[in-house]
């Protein structure tokens, strides 16, 4: 049994963490961290897992926790894993942190994005991305993993097969990503507010959201050159789901069907990705509590360009079941234990 902590306990990350791992095999909760709410029993902030998950949240003292955890996931704001990971690091334990903190590689395009001071960059090279369709391998090893944010999930996943293969042109990019309400958090703010949510549909942050870098810097591996891409983002009044629609330029004539193979192959060992027969588009729904990613291609011969559908459940594929994904992972089991779960529907 590997025994795992959460920090940031009342949050909708901890709590999606909470009910995953209560049915995960090999993984045993043994403290869930809160500095708002210490004291209180975590199935009274979250009702719906009573007489499931009642322990009591705790204060976070790392000393102690280090002594009695082999795991720890962070599923706190950006900003706050970045001081305390360092001490976990030093007692050996295996930190996965659900915020942007350790996602990009340089300081410098962090303090830009986030308008924050970057981690110390030790800790910035020393951190695996764990998109664990394609970086298992380093995952493995890791003890320090960023797991990707909920957009970039997605258009990753959608984008990488064919940048890899240099079918797209990489600055005709365009993606256009929509995320259900869940997506900002439970902490009001008020951009999620019902009056202003419920029958609304609102693009946000255009050209500065922190997730730009992120996918451009997961793209930039797979070729020689910088790369500068166009994302807006949506919120639209659903609770969960994130769909992006991706816009490249084809490099070269292909049709859907060749492109499909493509995927098919790139995907034939990673159960959680399901590309979608042509003509069939996915939809959040299809994946809705799950941590499936489902994808869908189209060329259009007339323009050239090639669209990219991807969806998937922000809280699970895009947060705690992809989190999850890596403690299998880095732990040698299979990577689909405790989430095999088909999605929920309608
Ligand atoms: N929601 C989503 O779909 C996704 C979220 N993420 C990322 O996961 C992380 C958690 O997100 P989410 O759960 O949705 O956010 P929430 O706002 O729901 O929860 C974050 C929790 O972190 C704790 N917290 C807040 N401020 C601080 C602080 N200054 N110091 C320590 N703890 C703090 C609080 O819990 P407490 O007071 O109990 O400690 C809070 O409830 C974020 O970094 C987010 O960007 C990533 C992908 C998708
Ligand atoms: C609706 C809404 O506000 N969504 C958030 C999701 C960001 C998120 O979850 O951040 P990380 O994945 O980078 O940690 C946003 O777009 O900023």
Same mark, same amino acid.
């Given at each position: 049994?590997?025994?795992?902590?959460? #920090?940031?306990?009342?949050?909708?990350?901890?709590?999606?963490?909470?009910?995953?791992?209560?049915?995960?095999?090999?993984? +045993?909760?043994?403290?869930?961290?809160?500095?708002? +709410?210490?004291?209180?029993?975590?199935?009274?902030?979250? *009702?719906?897992?009573?007489? #499931?998950?009642?322990?009591?949240?705790?204060? !976070?003292?790392?000393?102690?926790?280090?002594?009695?955890? %082999?795991?720890?996931?962070?599923?706190?704001?950006?900003?706050?894993?970045?001081? &305390?990971?360092?001490?976990?690091?030093?007692?050996?334990?295996?930190?996965?942190?659900?915020?942007?903190?350790?996602?990009?590689?340089? *300081?410098?395009?962090?303090?830009?994005?986030?308008?924050?001071?970057?981690?110390?960059?030790?800790?910035?090279?020393?951190?695996?991305? /764990? !998109?664990?369709?394609?970086?298992?391998?380093?995952?493995?090893?890791?003890?320090?993993?960023? $797991?990707?944010?909920?957009?970039?999930?997605?258009?990753?996943?959608?984008?990488?097969?064919?940048?890899? +293969?240099?079918?797209?042109?990489?600055?005709?990019?365009? #993606? %256009?990503?929509?995320?259900?309400?869940?997506?900002? /958090?439970?902490? !009001?703010?008020?951009?999620?507010?019902?009056?202003?949510? $419920?029958? $609304?549909?609102?693009?946000?942050? !255009?050209?500065?959201?922190?997730?730009?870098?992120? @996918?451009?810097?997961?793209?930039?591996?797979? @070729?020689?050159?910088?790369?500068?891409?166009?994302?807006?983002?949506?919120? =639209?009044?659903?609770?969960?789901?994130?769909?992006?629609?991706?816009?490249?330029?084809?490099?070269?004539?292909?049709?859907?069907?060749?492109?499909?193979?493509?995927?098919?192959?790139?995907?034939?060992?990673?159960?959680?990705?399901? =590309?979608?027969?042509?003509?069939?588009?996915?939809?959040?729904?299809?994946?809705?509590?799950? $941590?499936?990613?489902?994808?869908? &291609?189209? =060329?259009?011969?007339?323009?050239?360009?090639?669209?990219?559908?991807? =969806?998937?459940?922000?809280?699970?594929?895009?947060?705690?079941?992809?989190?999850?994904?890596?403690?299998?992972?880095?732990?040698?089991?299979?990577?689909?234990?405790?989430?095999?779960?088909?999605?929920?529907? *309608?």
């Amino acid at each position: 049994m590997t025994n795992v902590a959460i #920090i940031g306990g009342s949050g909708y990350g901890a709590a999606e963490l909470v009910r995953l791992l209560h049915i995960h095999p090999y993984a +045993k909760l043994t403290a869930i961290i809160s500095h708002s +709410k210490q004291g209180t029993d975590f199935s009274t902030v979250y *009702p719906h897992m009573n007489q #499931i998950a009642d322990q009591t949240m705790e204060q !976070l003292d790392v000393k102690k926790l280090s002594e009695t955890i %082999d795991l720890v996931f962070f599923a706190t704001p950006s900003n706050v894993s970045k001081t &305390i990971i360092p001490d976990f690091l030093a007692s050996g334990i295996t930190c996965i942190d659900l915020s942007g903190d350790f996602r990009l590689h340089s *300081p410098a395009v962090y303090q830009q994005w986030y308008q924050a001071e970057a981690a110390a960059e030790e800790y910035l090279h020393q951190a695996v991305y /764990g !998109l664990s369709e394609i970086n298992a391998a380093s995952v493995r090893s890791a003890k320090l993993i960023a $797991n990707p944010g909920c957009y970039p999930t997605a258009a990753l996943l959608g984008l990488i097969p064919v940048t890899e +293969k240099e079918l797209i042109e990489p600055n005709s990019i365009i #993606i %256009d990503g929509k995320t259900g309400v869940s997506g900002a /958090g439970r902490s !009001l703010s008020q951009h999620v507010h019902f009056a202003e949510m $419920n029958e $609304n549909v609102k693009a946000y942050k !255009l050209g500065s959201h922190k997730h730009i870098p992120e @996918i451009e810097q997961a793209l930039q591996e797979y @070729i020689a050159a910088d790369i500068q891409l166009t994302f807006t983002p949506h919120i =639209v009044p659903m609770t969960r789901g994130i769909m992006v629609t991706c816009y490249a330029k084809l490099t070269e004539n292909i049709t859907t069907a060749q492109i499909e193979t493509i995927y098919h192959t790139f995907y034939q060992q990673h159960p959680f990705v399901r =590309v979608r027969a042509d003509g069939e588009v996915p939809t959040t729904k299809e994946v809705y509590g799950s $941590n499936y990613c489902d994808i869908a &291609i189209h =060329v259009d011969e007339r323009t050239n360009r090639l669209t990219i559908i991807s =969806v998937i459940d922000n809280l699970v594929k895009g947060a705690a079941g992809q989190a999850i994904q890596n403690m299998n992972i880095s732990n040698g089991w299979d990577q689909t234990t405790g989430l095999q779960h088909a999605p929920i529907y *309608p």
